[in-house]
């Protein structure tokens, strides 16, 4: 008896299972190999081994310190505002109100509610 010489469908689907075993076993060689330790994208090595701030990190750890600045709900601090005592950014303070943390009304004064 001859062996049966496969049919065009059949070594097609055998082609395909190859490729993909190789496909897969390539990914994971990848995933395993890029899972050793690597530099991070936001913390950058420096030249004395510790670890510093990109310029986006720091940034945003700036803004969220200045977000937590309190103005007694009497004003707004802004990043690139009036510097306060301190050095840090300061309140700048609604109508009618004064002070480092705008809590000091302001004498007399009427505010304009329809603006």
Do not use: K, Y
């Not at 690139?80 to 005592?85: F, L, S």
């Amino acid at each position: 008896m001859e062996p049966a010489s496969p049919t065009p469908g059949v070594l097609g689907l055998q082609v395909l299972l190859c490729s993909s075993l190789l496909l897969n076993a390539l990914l994971v060689a990848h995933h395993l190999l890029s899972a050793l330790p690597a530099r991070s994208h936001l913390v950058g090595a420096a030249s004395n081994g510790g670890g510093s701030l990109s310029w986006s990190l720091q940034a945003a750890r700036d803004a969220e310190s200045v977000a937590a600045t309190g103005c007694s709900g009497h004003g707004r601090v802004f990043l690139d505002g009036i510097v306060g005592e301190d050095g840090r950014p300061g309140c700048e303070c609604n109508t009618c109100f004064e002070g480092a943390d705008c809590s000091v009304r302001t004498p007399d004064c009427t505010v304009n509610a329809d603006r």
